[in-house]
Structures are given as C-alpha cells and as structure tokens.
C-alpha cells in the first residue's frame, strides 16, 4: 500500500507545495524547488519514492515527452525565419563552439571519442527554464541579452533532434548496445540502415503531420467538445512517442517533432490553452524525478572532483559565450547577463545522458556524475545572476558609462521615465513631442547607447538602486512615471521612492486590477492599467460604427473610465473578502451602467449631432481643399 500510485502521487504533491514556495522565497526559482523537493523524497534522503528510481522514471518519461511536445509547439516557423540571422550567428555558434570546445577537453582528458562526443552535445545545452524565468523576472526579456539568450535557446531546442538521432548511431559504431536497445525491430540491421530509418521517421513525422494529424483534429473541433479534444492532442503525443519507441528512437524526441509539426497549424493556440493546465505540473514532476534520481553517496565519495567538474563547466561556457557576445558587438553588461545566464547545463541533457545510458555509450555511474554536475550548474545561475547584479555591473558596467554619464547631469529635468521599451517609449515620445524633456531610466545598455545617440537623456541600470535615482536627479525632479512591466519592480520601487523621495509625484504603470489594488494601498494616487483606454476606445469606435453620435460616445468612455477608476478605491477595500469583493462588483457594474444610461439620455446629448452635422464635416472638407 506504502508503494501504490496514490501514495506517490501525494508524496510528489506534498513535496513541490512545500519545496517550491520556499525556493521561491529565497529567489532561487521553481525549477531549483522541484529539484530540492525530488531530492528530499528522493532514494537518498528520505527514501519516500522508488527505491532504485524506477517508479520515478516512469513520471519521469512522460514529463519529458509531454515537456517537448509544448517546446516544439512554440517553435513557429514564421518565428524562426523571423530570427533566422539572429539564430544562425548566435545560436548555431554557440552549440557548434561549446560542443567542439568539451569534446577536445575530453578527449584530452582520456575519455573514448564516442562518449566525448556524447557528453559534450549535452554539456552545450543551457537551462530553457532557468533562462527565461530569470530574464523574465528581471523584465529583460526584451533587451539584447533576451533576445540573443532566446535566439540560443531556440537553436539549442532545434539542435536536439540531430543529437537525439545521432546517439544511436554511436551506439551502433562501435559500443556496446544494451539490452532495452536490441528488442528494437530495426537493432538486427546496420548502422547505417538504422540512420535512414532515423531520418525516415522525422520525415514520416512531418508528412503524417500535415495530411492526418491536423485533419484529425479539424474533425474532432467539429463536435465542439473540448475533453475530446485534449484527449486527441495527448492521443497524438503518446501515439508519436509510441511510434518512435518502436523504431528504436526516443519518444521525447517523437513528442518534439510533434509539437513542431503542428505549431504551424490553426489549431496552435487551443493546444496551448488546453494543454497549459498539465504544463506546469508535468514539468515539476520531471524535475522532481531528476532530483531524485541524484546519488548523494556518489557525490559526497567525490565532492572535490564534483565541484571542481561543475565550475569548469560553468567557467568554460561562459567565457566561450562571452566571446561570442562580444563578436556580435554586445555591451559589457548585457553580456555579462547573457554569459553567464546560459553558463549552467540544460534539462535537456537529462534526456539526452538518459538515452546515452540506455544505449550504453556512457557508463551508469558517469551519468550519475553528469547529471549531478548537471543539477549543481543548475543551482548556481541564481547566485552567478545576484553576483552580476550586486557586484559585477555596479563595478564595470556604471563605470564603463560613468565618463557619458557625466555630459547629461548638467541640466535636471522635471520628469523622470522608467522603462523604455513599447509602452515607454510611446509615452517618452508624446511628451518629447510637446517640449517636455524626461529623463530616461532603463536597464538595457544596448538601448540606452541607441537612446543617446538619438539625443535622449538616458541613465544606464537598475532603476531600484538609490544611486542610479539620486544621479537622475530624483531630488530635483517632481513627476516619475514607471513604465516598467513587471509589478514586482513597480512595487518595490514605489516604497523607495516614498522612503528616499516623498515629494514625487508617483505616476506607475499596472498591468491589472490586481496590481492597481496593491499600488492604492500604497498609497499611489495616479495609477495606468495598461489595456484599459485601448479597450475602452475599442468600444467606444464600435459604438460609432452602430451609428451613436461622436462626441456623445467620446464623453461616455471617458466618464466609463473615470467611474472605474473611482470603483477600485471601494473594491479595494473588501479585496480579501470575496463574497464582500463580489457583492460590490456588482453593485458597482450597475452604478456604472446607469449612469451611463443616464449621461446618454440627458438632454444636453441633443447638442452632440452638431459634432456630427454633415454639413459642418462637408464644411471642413472644402476649407481643407
């Protein structure tokens, strides 16, 4: 009974509640939680799960096909020729460089050429996971350290699947293959008719994909049902990995290829939709299988050797990447981030050491040992990500700009702007455009040199430090506008601003109602939710469209907005009691809609048809001919 699916299953649960909020917490990321959970209930600590690992590994297989499956969904061709360029010099350099780079060190080191070869296509692979929840938390997955970050991750995702079809003809070239591998159909053939069979899988794959698969799908979305249409895409992933299985190649690899083919169909987004609710949970239960699977017995035999291992690793990539950085003409700083932020080995190569073992090209114990430098590199990018914030960037980074910096601190401007990418740099342009200067803060260096040349006042970095405020000239200023995405930032920077700068007139950007809540009770007076007045006038040009008077639907958006404005100050007030939070919504949603009633009929609205005379806009048109 201990054993049994239901005990697992509440075991894995009971760990990652636990595990992941604290990770959290402590800024250290859900993936390195899922980790840290497998690894306490794991054979080697508590022993809770799988004595030798083997029920994990069945959570394990299925997290992983289910993981590339979505990552090939993402992989839109329309986006990948977009940043062909971008992939093809950044990303295609950085895995034929770094696979080059450890297959000589070990071969240098004495290690059989198959297995180098092996070990080394899975060392170049970096964290997907790790990358983008770190650039995202930082609101940097726009700058040039993102985009080139993203550009290798994608090549890197891409690159799995000659890697994948390559371990098997290593296999067959000369080790010995295992057991599992020879009840394969195809294991009695040669190796390079096994290599055809791998490439005409793919291609049965791609060719299946377009003329069955989406059919298929086109015929189920027409009972309108959505279970059965879940339960067709997840029939697609288990029939392709079954398939590939089969022919002796791996079903994760069988899942990728899947997700690809129909990342390009119509049905792209419901598949995402639908299948966002397994995401999250799939992949922390693969996470939670390899921190498990870790043999702490084999590190603490060898933990000087395994340190040493992991910081060669991490050292190697990161110089190899920041050469490559500096190559494509990238900045100090946003080099640094993107350095040393792909420097850990990816999730990939759990997958990929896994495959290797079972076809005998690596030794169990050596993929003990791989996977266990594999998660240590994983654990440190946090600490390398903090090293570069707090210690690295403030000394070389502020410095490098500090001479720049100087030729724009003699004038203080009244209006301070965080943040200018789309949503700042509409505003930065509008109030340029009127003749009001604003000092700009922004945490991209690329952008910031862009922004000087064209003749703004920019300040290069984090814009939460008080020292990169104080230079802006914060003292001096009276209005800060935050055109920052993400709210964590906004919030924090309002409480410094508040601490160090009360007489600010605090201007910030929210993303939703739930971010204005937090903002008003801290006291924020001018707070812009950033899809309110596009949504509004949205409306508002659909009401035109019906036939209602211009201006009369011009005076009602704007009263629309300023009643839900004013609704957030007595919804915010009841935000933590939800039949309170209800009961008022209601109750305002039918304020509102009266009073609108009533600004509609009143008989003042009369007046409005004169913004609308045909006459006056027949006028208008002949003075402007």
């Given amino acids: 009974m201990e054993n049994?699916?239901?005990?697992?299953?509440?075991?894995?649960?009971?760990?990652?509640?636990?595990?992941?909020?604290?990770?959290?917490?402590?800024?250290?990321?859900?993936?390195?939680?899922?980790?840290?959970?497998?690894?306490?209930?794991?054979?080697?600590?508590?022993?809770?799960?799988?004595?030798e690992g083997e029920d994990i590994l069945h959570f394990a297989e299925f997290g992983v096909v289910m993981m590339l499956f979505l990552i090939g969904l993402e992989l839109e061709p329309?986006?990948?020729?977009?940043?062909?360029?971008?992939?093809?010099?950044?990303?295609?350099?950085?895995?034929?460089?770094?696979?080059?780079?450890?297959?000589?060190?070990?071969?240098?080191?004495?290690?059989?050429?198959?297995?180098?070869?092996?070990?080394?296509?899975?060392?170049?692979?970096?964290?997907?996971?790790?990358?983008?929840?770190?650039?995202?938390?930082?609101?940097?997955l726009n700058s040039t350290a993102g985009q080139n970050s993203f550009a290798v991750l994608l090549m890197q995702d891409i690159a799995v699947i000659?890697?994948?079809?390559?371990?098997?003809?290593?296999?067959?070239?000369?080790?010995?293959?295992?057991?599992?591998?020879?009840?394969?159909?195809?294991?009695?053939?040669?190796?390079?008719?096994?290599?055809?069979?791998?490439?005409?899988?793919?291609?049965?794959?791609?060719?299946?994909?377009?003329?069955?698969?989406?059919?298929?799908?086109?015929?189920?979305?027409?009972?309108?049902?959505r279970e059965l249409f879940v339960g067709s895409a997840l029939l697609i992933i288990v029939g392709i990995a079954f398939l590939m299985e089969f022919v002796g190649l791996s079903p994760a690899l069988g899942a990728f290829l899947g997700g690809v083919v129909l990342a390009n169909s119509e049905f792209k987004h419901e598949l995402e939709s639908d299948l966002e609710p397994f995401k999250g949970l799939l992949l922390g239960l693969f996470f939670i299988a390899v921190g498990a699977s870790i043999n702490f017995g084999l590190i603490r035999e060898n933990f000087l050797l395994l340190v040493a291992a992991t910081l060669s690793v991490l050292l190697l990539k990161s110089i190899l990447l920041f050469g490559i950085g500096k190559y494509n003409k990238?900045?100090?700083?946003?080099?640094l981030t993107f350095s040393l932020g792909l420097s850990q080995v990816g999730e990939f190569a759990f997958v990929t050491f896994s495959f290797a073992t079972q076809l005998s090209i690596i030794p169990p114990s050596t993929t003990e040992f791989l996977m266990?430098?594999?998660?240590?590199?994983?654990?440190?990018?946090?600490?390398?990500?903090?090293?570069?914030?707090?210690?690295?960037l403030p000394r070389i980074g502020t410095r490098e700009k500090a001479s720049r910096e100087q030729d724009y601190m003699h004038e203080k401007n009244k209006v301070i702007l965080a943040g200018f990418s789309h949503y700042g740099s509409t505003v930065g342009r509008f109030l340029r455009a009127n003749g009001i200067q604003a000092t700009i803060l922004d945490f991209d260096s690329d952008r910031v040199d862009l922004l000087r040349k064209m003749g703004f006042e920019v300040y290069y970095g984090d814009v939460t430090r008080l020292d990169l405020l104080e230079m802006a000239g914060a003292k001096d200023a009276s209005?800060?506008?935050?055109?920052?995405?993400?709210?964590?930032?906004?919030?924090?920077?309002?409480?410094?601003?508040?601490?160090?700068?009360p007489h600010l007139e605090l201007m910030m950007r929210a993303q939703n109602r739930a971010d204005a809540y937090e903002m008003i009770e801290l006291d924020v007076a001018h707070i812009y939710r950033q899809h309110l007045e596009s949504a509004v006038r949205m409306g508002r040009d659909v009401l035109?469209?019906?036939?209602?008077?211009?201006?009369?639907?011009?005076?009602?958006?704007?009263?629309?907005?300023?009643?839900?404005?004013d609704s957030l100050k007595e919804l915010v007030k009841v935000k933590d009691d939800k039949n309170a939070y209800i009961s008022t919504i209601r109750r305002t949603i039918s304020m509102q809609e009266d009073l609108l009633k009533s600004e509609l009929h009143r008989r003042f609205s009369l007046n409005d048809h004169a913004w609308d005379a045909s006459s006056i806009k027949e006028g208008l048109k002949e003075n402007k001919e």
């Fill in 4 to 51: 049994g699916f239901l005990f697992q299953a509440m075991i894995y649960l009971s760990a990652a509640i636990v595990c992941v909020p604290i990770a959290k917490k402590l800024g250290m990321g859900s993936v390195l939680g899922y980790l840290l959970a497998g690894m306490l209930i794991g054979p080697f600590v508590l022993g809770f799960i799988g004595e």
């Fill in 78 to 140: 329309a986006k990948l020729w977009s940043m062909r360029k971008m992939i093809s010099r950044v990303g295609l350099s950085q895995v034929l460089l770094t696979t080059f780079l450890f297959f000589v060190v070990l071969l240098a080191l004495g290690q059989d050429w198959r297995q180098a070869l092996a070990i080394s296509c899975s060392l170049a692979l970096s964290s997907t996971a790790i990358v983008l929840q770190s650039l995202g938390e930082k609101n940097q």
């Fill in 162 to 225: 000659p890697i994948l079809a390559l371990l098997p003809l290593l296999a067959a070239g000369g080790a010995m293959v295992s057991e599992e591998a020879l009840h394969s159909p195809i294991s009695q053939f040669s190796a390079l008719v096994q290599t055809l069979f791998v490439f005409g899988a793919v291609i049965f794959i791609i060719i299946a994909g377009k003329y069955l698969l989406v059919p298929l799908l086109r015929l189920i979305a027409k009972t309108r049902l």
């Fill in 330 to 335: 990238m900045g100090t700083d946003q080099n």
């Fill in 372 to 392: 266990a430098i594999t998660a240590l590199s994983m654990a440190c990018t946090p600490i390398l990500l903090l090293i570069r914030e707090k210690w690295i």
């Fill in 479 to 501: 209005i800060f506008i935050s055109a920052i995405e993400d709210p964590e930032t906004n919030l924090r920077l309002v409480r410094l601003l508040k601490k160090h700068f």
């Fill in 544 to 565: 035109i469209k019906l036939g209602f008077r211009a201006f009369t639907v011009h005076r009602l958006a704007q009263n629309f907005i300023n009643y839900d404005e």
